[in-house]
Protein backbone atom coordinates (compact mmCIF):
# COMPACT_ATOMS: atom_id res chain seq x y z
CA UNK A 1 0.00 0.00 0.00
CA UNK A 2 1.24 3.71 -0.65
CA UNK A 3 2.17 5.99 2.01
CA UNK A 4 -1.95 6.72 2.47
CA UNK A 5 -3.84 4.83 4.67
CA UNK A 6 -7.10 3.15 4.21
CA UNK A 7 -8.58 5.84 7.02
CA UNK A 8 -6.75 8.56 4.68
CA UNK A 9 -8.37 7.13 1.73
CA UNK A 10 -11.81 7.27 3.53
CA UNK A 11 -11.38 10.56 4.80
CA UNK A 12 -10.51 11.90 1.12
CA UNK A 13 -13.62 10.09 -0.05
CA UNK A 14 -15.87 11.82 2.62
CA UNK A 15 -14.35 15.44 2.04
CA UNK A 16 -15.21 14.37 -1.62
CA UNK A 17 -18.73 13.58 -1.00
CA UNK A 18 -18.95 16.67 1.21
CA UNK A 19 -18.01 18.87 -1.84
CA UNK A 20 -20.19 16.96 -4.28
CA UNK A 21 -23.46 17.27 -2.22
CA UNK A 22 -22.51 21.03 -1.59
CA UNK A 23 -23.50 21.04 -5.03
CA UNK A 24 -20.27 23.62 -5.85
CA UNK A 25 -18.02 22.61 -8.93
CA UNK A 26 -15.04 24.94 -7.48
CA UNK A 27 -15.05 22.84 -4.48
CA UNK A 28 -15.07 19.53 -6.28
CA UNK A 29 -12.69 20.88 -8.52
CA UNK A 30 -10.42 21.90 -6.06
CA UNK A 31 -9.99 18.27 -5.12
CA UNK A 32 -8.75 17.53 -8.33
CA UNK A 33 -5.00 17.24 -9.63
CA UNK A 34 -4.23 19.61 -12.51
CA UNK A 35 -4.31 16.81 -15.13
CA UNK A 36 -7.17 14.81 -13.69
CA UNK A 37 -10.00 12.75 -16.26
CA UNK A 38 -13.60 12.52 -15.31
CA UNK A 39 -15.82 9.89 -17.28
CA UNK A 40 -19.59 9.34 -17.56
CA UNK A 41 -19.23 5.81 -19.09
CA UNK A 42 -21.69 5.70 -21.81
CA UNK A 43 -22.79 9.06 -21.59
CA UNK A 44 -19.75 11.10 -22.86
CA UNK A 45 -16.34 10.99 -23.71
CA UNK A 46 -13.80 11.56 -21.16
CA UNK A 47 -12.70 15.24 -20.25
CA UNK A 48 -9.53 16.21 -18.09
CA UNK A 49 -8.08 19.07 -16.77
CA UNK A 50 -9.46 21.45 -14.36
CA UNK A 51 -11.36 24.15 -16.97
CA UNK A 52 -12.92 21.11 -18.45
CA UNK A 53 -14.11 19.75 -15.24
CA UNK A 54 -15.54 22.55 -13.82
CA UNK A 55 -17.62 22.91 -16.89
CA UNK A 56 -18.64 19.23 -17.18
CA UNK A 57 -19.22 19.59 -13.32
CA UNK A 58 -21.77 22.26 -13.08
CA UNK A 59 -23.30 20.73 -16.24
CA UNK A 60 -23.56 17.47 -14.00
CA UNK A 61 -25.87 20.01 -11.59
CA UNK A 62 -28.32 21.64 -14.40
CA UNK A 63 -28.38 17.98 -16.06
CA UNK A 64 -29.97 16.70 -11.94
CA UNK A 65 -31.83 19.42 -9.89
CA UNK A 66 -31.84 18.79 -6.40
CA UNK A 67 -28.78 16.55 -6.51
CA UNK A 68 -28.37 14.14 -3.78
CA UNK A 69 -26.72 11.31 -3.05
CA UNK A 70 -27.71 7.76 -1.41
CA UNK A 71 -24.58 5.52 -0.89
CA UNK A 72 -24.76 1.89 -0.61
CA UNK A 73 -21.33 1.24 0.09
CA UNK A 74 -17.79 2.54 0.13
CA UNK A 75 -15.04 0.10 -0.58
CA UNK A 76 -11.41 1.21 0.05
CA UNK A 77 -8.19 0.48 -1.91
CA UNK A 78 -4.86 1.22 -2.39
CA UNK A 79 -4.83 4.83 -3.86
CA UNK A 80 -8.83 4.62 -4.91
CA UNK A 81 -11.99 3.89 -3.57
CA UNK A 82 -15.40 2.37 -5.49
CA UNK A 83 -18.65 4.05 -4.12
CA UNK A 84 -22.04 2.05 -5.01
CA UNK A 85 -24.82 4.88 -4.72
CA UNK A 86 -27.97 6.23 -6.13
CA UNK A 87 -28.00 9.53 -7.90
CA UNK A 88 -31.08 11.21 -7.14
CA UNK A 89 -32.66 14.74 -8.12
CA UNK A 90 -35.89 16.17 -8.33
CA UNK A 91 -37.17 17.94 -11.43
CA UNK A 92 -39.32 20.95 -10.89
CA UNK A 93 -42.76 20.31 -9.88
CA UNK A 94 -41.97 16.53 -9.77
CA UNK A 95 -41.35 13.85 -7.30
CA UNK A 96 -37.65 13.00 -6.58
CA UNK A 97 -36.26 10.28 -8.35
CA UNK A 98 -32.72 8.49 -8.73
CA UNK A 99 -30.85 5.53 -10.38
CA UNK A 100 -27.91 3.42 -9.30
CA UNK A 101 -24.19 4.60 -10.43
CA UNK A 102 -21.24 3.12 -9.44
CA UNK A 103 -17.82 5.37 -8.79
CA UNK A 104 -14.20 4.44 -9.37
CA UNK A 105 -11.82 7.33 -8.28
CA UNK A 106 -8.29 7.70 -7.87
CA UNK A 107 -5.90 10.00 -6.33
CA UNK A 108 -2.46 10.75 -6.27
CA UNK A 109 0.03 10.47 -3.19
CA UNK A 110 -0.94 14.09 -2.25
CA UNK A 111 -4.60 12.95 -2.03
CA UNK A 112 -6.02 14.64 -5.58
CA UNK A 113 -8.39 13.12 -7.75
CA UNK A 114 -6.53 11.79 -10.73
CA UNK A 115 -9.48 10.06 -12.28
CA UNK A 116 -12.93 10.09 -11.65
CA UNK A 117 -15.09 7.10 -13.53
CA UNK A 118 -18.40 7.01 -12.78
CA UNK A 119 -20.79 4.07 -14.49
CA UNK A 120 -24.72 4.04 -14.46
CA UNK A 121 -27.91 1.77 -14.68
CA UNK A 122 -28.81 3.36 -17.98
CA UNK A 123 -32.05 1.72 -18.01
CA UNK A 124 -32.93 3.03 -14.54
CA UNK A 125 -31.78 6.41 -16.17
CA UNK A 126 -34.15 6.37 -18.48
CA UNK A 127 -36.70 5.64 -16.10
CA UNK A 128 -35.99 7.98 -13.95
CA UNK A 129 -36.26 10.79 -16.50
CA UNK A 130 -39.66 9.38 -18.05
CA UNK A 131 -41.39 9.25 -14.38
CA UNK A 132 -44.30 11.34 -13.78
Known amino acids: MSELTKQDIAAIADRY???WL???PGAIV???APGSTFQAHGRGAEVKGK???LKEFAEVFERYPGFGVET???LLGDK???LEWDLTFQPPGKARRGFRALDVVEVDDAGLVTRKDTFFDFAQVKAAFEAA
Request: charge should be positive; charged fraction near 15%; hydrophobic fraction near 55%.
Open 72 to 74: HRL
Open 30 to 32: AMH
Open 22 to 24: SRD
Open 51 to 53: AAL
Open 17 to 19: AAA
Open 80 to 82: HWT
